[in-house]
Protein backbone atom coordinates (compact mmCIF):
# COMPACT_ATOMS: atom_id res chain seq x y z
CA UNK A 1 0.00 0.00 0.00
CA UNK A 2 1.30 3.29 -0.80
CA UNK A 3 1.39 6.04 1.43
CA UNK A 4 1.48 9.66 -0.51
CA UNK A 5 2.37 12.03 2.14
CA UNK A 6 1.83 12.55 5.62
CA UNK A 7 0.75 15.81 8.42
CA UNK A 8 1.14 16.25 11.49
CA UNK A 9 -2.12 14.46 12.46
CA UNK A 10 -2.71 12.07 9.16
CA UNK A 11 -1.41 9.87 7.05
CA UNK A 12 -2.58 10.17 3.06
CA UNK A 13 -2.75 6.64 1.27
CA UNK A 14 -4.18 5.00 -1.90
CA UNK A 15 -7.48 4.11 -1.35
CA UNK A 16 -7.45 0.15 -0.47
CA UNK A 17 -10.79 -2.51 -0.94
CA UNK A 18 -10.55 -2.99 3.13
CA UNK A 19 -11.74 0.82 3.06
CA UNK A 20 -14.86 0.28 1.56
CA UNK A 21 -16.70 0.16 5.33
CA UNK A 22 -15.10 3.61 5.79
CA UNK A 23 -16.24 5.19 2.45
CA UNK A 24 -19.53 3.67 3.22
CA UNK A 25 -19.93 5.32 6.34
CA UNK A 26 -18.87 8.79 4.76
CA UNK A 27 -20.96 8.86 1.65
CA UNK A 28 -23.86 7.09 3.04
CA UNK A 29 -24.51 10.46 5.31
CA UNK A 30 -26.76 12.93 4.09
CA UNK A 31 -24.71 15.36 5.93
CA UNK A 32 -22.03 15.30 4.11
CA UNK A 33 -23.79 15.24 1.03
CA UNK A 34 -25.60 18.20 1.37
CA UNK A 35 -23.35 20.05 -1.13
CA UNK A 36 -22.48 17.21 -3.03
CA UNK A 37 -25.94 16.92 -5.39
CA UNK A 38 -27.28 15.29 -2.29
CA UNK A 39 -27.15 11.66 -3.69
CA UNK A 40 -25.54 9.56 -0.87
CA UNK A 41 -24.81 5.68 -1.49
CA UNK A 42 -27.34 3.02 0.04
CA UNK A 43 -24.99 0.41 -0.26
CA UNK A 44 -21.10 -1.06 0.57
CA UNK A 45 -21.11 -2.48 -2.70
CA UNK A 46 -21.35 1.32 -3.84
CA UNK A 47 -18.78 2.34 -2.00
CA UNK A 48 -16.53 -0.54 -3.03
CA UNK A 49 -17.23 0.58 -6.62
CA UNK A 50 -15.79 4.42 -6.32
CA UNK A 51 -12.83 2.73 -4.53
CA UNK A 52 -12.18 0.33 -7.79
CA UNK A 53 -12.68 3.47 -10.00
CA UNK A 54 -10.19 5.49 -8.04
CA UNK A 55 -7.75 2.68 -7.92
CA UNK A 56 -8.24 2.92 -11.85
CA UNK A 57 -7.06 6.50 -11.79
CA UNK A 58 -4.06 5.79 -10.03
CA UNK A 59 -3.06 3.49 -12.75
CA UNK A 60 -4.66 5.55 -15.87
CA UNK A 61 -3.48 8.97 -14.56
CA UNK A 62 -0.61 8.27 -11.83
CA UNK A 63 -3.27 9.39 -9.17
CA UNK A 64 -6.48 9.98 -7.80
CA UNK A 65 -8.20 10.60 -4.15
CA UNK A 66 -5.99 9.63 -1.42
CA UNK A 67 -7.34 7.79 1.69
CA UNK A 68 -6.89 9.98 5.30
CA UNK A 69 -5.95 7.58 7.97
CA UNK A 70 -5.67 9.62 11.31
CA UNK A 71 -2.15 8.76 12.99
CA UNK A 72 -3.41 8.67 16.79
CA UNK A 73 -6.32 6.19 16.00
CA UNK A 74 -5.52 4.76 12.77
CA UNK A 75 -9.05 5.15 11.92
CA UNK A 76 -10.30 6.13 8.27
CA UNK A 77 -11.63 9.36 8.24
CA UNK A 78 -12.18 10.15 4.93
CA UNK A 79 -10.62 11.43 1.55
CA UNK A 80 -8.78 14.07 0.05
CA UNK A 81 -5.99 14.84 -2.66
CA UNK A 82 -5.81 15.46 -6.45
CA UNK A 83 -7.78 13.86 -9.23
CA UNK A 84 -6.95 14.78 -13.04
CA UNK A 85 -9.86 15.94 -14.49
CA UNK A 86 -10.34 14.72 -18.24
CA UNK A 87 -13.54 16.55 -18.90
CA UNK A 88 -14.65 20.04 -19.20
CA UNK A 89 -15.41 21.65 -16.13
CA UNK A 90 -15.79 25.38 -16.21
CA UNK A 91 -14.19 25.95 -19.63
CA UNK A 92 -10.63 23.60 -18.15
CA UNK A 93 -9.97 20.12 -19.12
CA UNK A 94 -6.74 18.16 -18.24
CA UNK A 95 -6.34 19.85 -15.06
CA UNK A 96 -5.74 19.02 -11.41
CA UNK A 97 -8.61 19.18 -8.83
CA UNK A 98 -8.29 19.60 -4.95
CA UNK A 99 -10.43 18.13 -2.95
CA UNK A 100 -11.49 16.57 0.16
CA UNK A 101 -14.47 14.95 1.71
CA UNK A 102 -14.56 13.86 5.71
CA UNK A 103 -16.56 11.73 7.73
CA UNK A 104 -19.20 13.68 10.02
CA UNK A 105 -17.67 13.18 13.32
CA UNK A 106 -14.06 14.60 11.96
CA UNK A 107 -15.14 17.46 11.15
CA UNK A 108 -13.76 21.09 12.89
CA UNK A 109 -10.19 18.91 13.74
CA UNK A 110 -8.27 20.80 10.66
CA UNK A 111 -8.10 17.85 8.54
CA UNK A 112 -9.16 19.33 5.49
CA UNK A 113 -6.76 22.05 5.85
CA UNK A 114 -4.22 19.21 6.48
CA UNK A 115 -4.77 17.79 3.47
CA UNK A 116 -5.29 21.00 1.23
CA UNK A 117 -1.91 22.19 2.30
CA UNK A 118 -0.14 18.76 1.44
CA UNK A 119 -2.51 18.43 -1.88
CA UNK A 120 -0.42 21.21 -3.03
CA UNK A 121 2.82 20.30 -1.85
CA UNK A 122 2.38 17.02 -3.93
CA UNK A 123 0.81 19.05 -6.79
CA UNK A 124 3.34 21.35 -7.49
CA UNK A 125 6.53 19.09 -5.93
CA UNK A 126 5.35 15.43 -7.24
CA UNK A 127 3.10 16.38 -9.94
CA UNK A 128 5.35 19.27 -11.13
CA UNK A 129 1.83 20.94 -11.66
CA UNK A 130 2.23 24.99 -12.47
CA UNK A 131 -1.39 25.53 -11.75
CA UNK A 132 -4.24 23.71 -9.47
CA UNK A 133 -7.65 24.26 -9.00
CA UNK A 134 -10.91 23.44 -6.65
CA UNK A 135 -14.48 24.10 -7.02
CA UNK A 136 -16.82 24.48 -4.12
CA UNK A 137 -21.00 24.30 -4.27
CA UNK A 138 -21.79 28.65 -3.66
CA UNK A 139 -23.38 27.57 -0.20
CA UNK A 140 -20.40 25.69 1.28
CA UNK A 141 -19.12 28.35 3.38
CA UNK A 142 -16.46 25.80 5.20
CA UNK A 143 -14.62 24.55 2.42
CA UNK A 144 -14.56 28.06 0.84
CA UNK A 145 -13.04 28.84 4.22
CA UNK A 146 -10.14 25.96 3.34
CA UNK A 147 -9.64 26.56 0.31
CA UNK A 148 -8.97 30.24 0.86
CA UNK A 149 -6.72 29.45 4.00
CA UNK A 150 -4.47 27.72 2.15
CA UNK A 151 -3.74 30.18 -0.78
CA UNK A 152 -6.43 29.69 -3.09
CA UNK A 153 -7.97 32.54 -4.79
CA UNK A 154 -11.62 32.55 -5.76
CA UNK A 155 -11.93 32.95 -9.99
CA UNK A 156 -15.53 33.43 -10.87
CA UNK A 157 -18.38 31.15 -10.40
CA UNK A 158 -20.00 28.74 -13.08
CA UNK A 159 -22.86 26.05 -12.76
CA UNK A 160 -22.52 22.48 -12.30
CA UNK A 161 -25.76 20.94 -13.07
CA UNK A 162 -27.80 23.67 -12.41
CA UNK A 163 -25.46 24.48 -8.47
CA UNK A 164 -23.90 27.61 -8.51
CA UNK A 165 -20.20 26.65 -7.76
CA UNK A 166 -16.79 28.90 -6.71
CA UNK A 167 -14.09 28.57 -9.08
CA UNK A 168 -10.92 28.44 -7.42
CA UNK A 169 -6.76 28.77 -8.66
CA UNK A 170 -3.83 28.64 -7.21
CA UNK A 171 -0.10 29.35 -9.56
CA UNK A 172 2.70 27.06 -8.48
CA UNK A 173 4.46 30.89 -8.16
CA UNK A 174 1.92 32.32 -5.86
CA UNK A 175 2.12 28.71 -3.51
CA UNK A 176 6.54 29.02 -3.69
CA UNK A 177 6.33 32.86 -2.64
CA UNK A 178 4.01 31.50 0.36
CA UNK A 179 6.35 28.88 1.02
CA UNK A 180 9.91 30.42 0.99
Known amino acids: MKIFTSTPQLILRELIPADAAGMFELDSDE ?5 LGNNP ?14 RQQYKDNGIGRWAVIEKETNHFVGWAGLKLIKEPVNGHVNYYDVGYRFIKRYWGKGYATECAIASLAYGFNELK ?48 LSHS
Open 31 to 35: AVHLY
Open 129 to 176: ADQLFAMTDAGNAASRRVLEKVGFMQNGTFYEDGILHNWFEISKDKWL
Open 41 to 54: VKTIAESSAVIEMI
